[in-house]
């Protein structure tokens, strides 16, 4: 597969999926009433069920680098944050490893967290390698970014680069819900090992349905873009399917709207904190 279809792009499969979130409405205004400190909305259930639903499948976000297709040890998913939301206001992109949480309220306090030592910092280092590498003529950006997409492609990046790098993740999310925007359809970027774009689209009322208050029902539309070379369509078809099933009935699937203890945080210690390429394994590769 990696020599038929070379390209993250050429090797996308784009798939839409439309979701009832009543039950998760009540989940989330539940859960935000048993923890005022600790606000969540649909975005924070339908990363939970990516985390879930990837656990159940991990062949599901595989990646390619060198002509070989890699398992990747560790769920990590990456999403924009914009430091204000209005116009001009630049983003900041969070990367974060998501299977090491005990449970959901783990989850969330830890992206809390993330978000704001991000949102602390005025320059990332991608920030001040990019403002460094524009410093330099053209031609000589064209020389130094060939020579990291050749060492991307092989594999060959070092891990003090990668693990600081978003565009290395299980999962790359935009969360279109929190600028009141349609779900899209996304490339995949060729740079990086991101198996899977995933783009969240603002709820809607349902035909019918109250547009507030207890009876309000709302659909919201969830679009994958997916490198069908990390796994065949059945598995991304039963990952989608789990993650679906859990914003659905997030309750049924094991989230409980219960009062958290600050600083009830805990974490599982994972047996390696390796990022994806230096710590994955050769599953398969071509001839």
């Known amino acids: 597969m990696p020599y038929l279809m070379r390209g993250r792009n050429e090797s996308t499969v784009y798939f839409a999926q439309e979701i009832s ?33 990837l656990e159940r499948n991990p062949t599901a976000h595989r990646f390619v680098a060198g002509g070989r297709v890699y398992d990747r040890k560790g769920i990590w998913f990456s999403y924009a944050v914009k430091r204000k939301l209005e116009q001009g206001a630049p983003f900041v992109v969070v990367k974060r490893r998501f ?3 005990a449970d959901f309220g ?3 306090e830890g992206m809390q967290a993330e978000q704001a030592q991000t949102l602390e910092v005025e320059d990332s280092t991608i920030d001040k390698e990019v403002r ?14 060939a ?13 003090s680069y990668i693990e600081r790098d978003p565009m290395f993740a299980s999962a790359f999310f935009a969360n279109m819900a929190s600028f009141g925007m349609p779900a899209v359809y996304h490339h995949l ?20 349905s109250p547009t507030s208050g207890p009876d309000r029902r709302r659909t919201m539309t969830i679009k994958y873009a997916y490198d069908e070379r990390a796994e065949d369509g059945l598995v ?7 993650v679906k099933q859990i914003l659905e009935d997030p309750v049924a699937h094991g989230l409980v709207a219960a009062p958290r203890a600050a600083g009830a945080v805990t974490e599982v210690t994972p ?17």
Request: with cysteine.
């Open 147 to 159: 020579g990291v997409r050749v060492a991307d492609r092989m594999g060959m990046l070092p891990r």
């Open 106 to 108: 783990a989850m969330v």
């Open 189 to 208: 970027y060729e740079y990086g090992t991101a198996t899977i774009f995933v783009s969240i689209g603002r709820p809607v009322a349902e035909p019918g």
């Open 21 to 53: 979130i009543a039950k998760a409405d009540e989940f989330i205004s539940a859960w935000n009433q048993a923890n005022p400190m600790l606000r969540v909305d649909i975005f924070h259930v339908a990363v939970w069920g990516l985390r879930d639903a």
């Open 236 to 242: 991304a078809w039963f990952t989608c399917r789990r």
């Open 132 to 145: 460094l590498l524009m410093k330099f003529p053209g031609f000589i950006r064209r020389l130094l970014m």
């Open 271 to 287: 047996e390696s904190e390796d990022t994806p390429i230096a710590s994955a394994a050769v599953v398969e590769s071509s001839p």
């Open 99 to 101: 299977d090491t949480d």
